[in-house]
């Protein structure tokens, strides 16, 4: 097992780290190939509330950050998610705000009723490999591709946060 998740928990515990020089976060918690957060300022326009699922996450968010880590692909994965709103016709009109504010996902899944996550924005980075042939997770370098992909992505995060400024969330 050590040897299966080892490298895993290496790289989101250096994504983990690297959170508080990218963003001032209101919630952070890892768990099996996940880093999720959600920075302060979209937390700051976000209600807790029932969720149908993401149940081992402390916190009810309806919208999240994360990071995950595909070993066998040597992928670094960053995400912003709709989850699991139990009230589905708010889960819709808030995919819906999102679609008009200019995000395109995969529509014919996420407006069904009983949908559950829908990606909003995500993206992908193969991590090097060391000269022995394994993933490089050196935490250095692993803050250093999280921070990129961050940068990258918070540019599209802020629109998003004010599209969740406008929304009504009715509760």
Known sequence: MIVQYGTSSQVLDACEASLPQLVET???????GNVWFLPTEMADCLPEMALTGWTFLEKKYPVLCWFHYVKRKRQLCLGIEVGPIQNSELRIRLLHAIKDGGFSFGEKAAFREEAKY??????RRKLKQTDGGTVDDDPDYVQEVAASMWKKHWQDGKKIIEILRRFDWGV
């Open 118 to 123: 829908t990606r909003i924005l995500s993206q």
């Open 26 to 32: 209101g919630f952070v918690q890892q768990s099996s």
